[in-house]
């Protein structure tokens, strides 16, 4: 039982390692035209630079426009 749990624990951990490399955080350095312009209003609207969550948003920025204007009118 304790050889199933440690064995569920790693294939956890290492599904989670996989996830985070499928869309990697694009620097802003390197966005194309449209994605600054959509970090440039999330940061006019929630004062803070894109993170978290929304970081691989930044593949779609209308879709990560979206979801900003989702979760302003949901607070």
């Not at 956890?12 to 985070?20: C, R, T």
């Not at 970081?55 to 204007?69: I, N, Q």
Request: aromatic share 8%; no cysteine.
């Amino acid at each position: 039982m304790k050889r199933a749990i440690i064995a569920a624990a790693l294939f956890a951990s290492i599904g989670a390692a996989n996830a985070q490399n499928r869309l990697p955080t694009i620097p802003p350095d390197q966005y194309d035209a449209d994605q600054k312009q959509a970090a440039a209003d999330f940061l006019a609207a929630r004062k803070v630079p894109v993170a978290g969550p929304f970081e691989p948003l930044m593949y779609s920025p209308e879709m990560m426009r979206l979801s900003r204007a989702m979760g302003d009118y949901l607070r």
